[in-house]
């Protein structure tokens, strides 16, 4: 077995302030997802890595970065804070792409002032 | 929803009962995934059900899969306090990325 750890747990910032969520996952898998789950909706995909050197947008890239610092971690920037961007942020994994399961850490949420 | 007409819904039934929650997709799939997702936790896979296969089960829990009508169901029988929880579908092209829809949010009593 194996574990996704995301820090913070939960995150406030300013309105327009550049805040960085981690991701650390010991499963060995190649492939690392960022999504963000708004209230009462499902998740939309921010970036995701499928190797280490990797780094591919999703549906909902934009006001972000993302580094996939090495195999087992993978952070996520928010780069200007904005209220209507309070959301919890998940972050998965998966032994590849296409087809496998992705196992998902607790989130962080974040909270904008 | 975000891809298609996932029956959003809020469904609360009694204990023993069965229950099956639907979801339709606009997009080509070859996989899709059926999440549960507890209150304060990161969704987690239940059940995976690949475009050859037409009906999956594991324990209580029966996955269907249509792809000439791009649907999909998770039946759940015999329902249990435990089972309540936020079920998302979620559909795979092969791409590396998954498409969920917004959830079902079911609610076993006692």
């Known amino acids: 077995g194996g574990i996704i750890t995301q820090t913070p747990k939960f995150l406030i910032g300013q309105e327009g302030q550049k805040l960085t969520l981690k991701c650390q996952q010991n499963?060995?898998?190649?492939?690392m997802y960022w999504y963000r789950q708004d209230s009462g909706k499902g998740l939309r995909l921010i970036y995701y890595?499928?190797?280490?050197?990797?780094?591919q947008k999703g549906d909902l890239s934009e006001g972000y970065d993302a580094s996939r610092e090495k195999k087992s971690s993978f952070s996520l920037t928010v780069t200007s804070a904005q209220k209507n961007e309070m959301a919890v942020f998940l972050c998965?994994?998966?032994?590849?792409?296409?087809?496998?399961?992705?196992?998902f850490g607790p989130g962080t949420r974040l909270t904008v002032l | 929803s975000q891809w298609g007409e996932e029956n959003l819904q809020a469904l609360s039934i009694q204990e023993g009962e069965d229950v099956t929650m639907n979801c339709s997709y606009k997009?080509?799939?070859?996989?899709v995934h059926w999440y549960r997702q507890d209150s304060g936790r990161g969704p987690a896979l239940i059940i995976l059900?690949?475009?050859?296969?037409r009906e999956k089960r594991s324990g209580r829990l029966r996955a269907t899969l249509d792809t000439s009508s791009q649907s999909s169901s998770l039946s759940i029988t015999a329902a249990q306090c435990e089972d309540t929880a936020v079920y998302f579908c979620?559909?795979?092209?092969?791409?590396?990325?998954?498409?969920f829809g917004d959830g079902t949010v079911l609610t076993v009593k006692p």
């Open positions: 499963f060995n898998h190649d492939t």
């Open positions: 998965a994994s998966s032994f590849d792409w296409g087809g496998y399961e992705q196992y």
């Open positions: 997009t080509y799939t070859t996989v």
């Open positions: 890595s499928i190797t280490e050197n990797d780094l």
């Open positions: 059900i690949r475009s050859n296969e």
């Open positions: 979620a559909t795979d092209a092969n791409t590396g990325k998954l498409t």
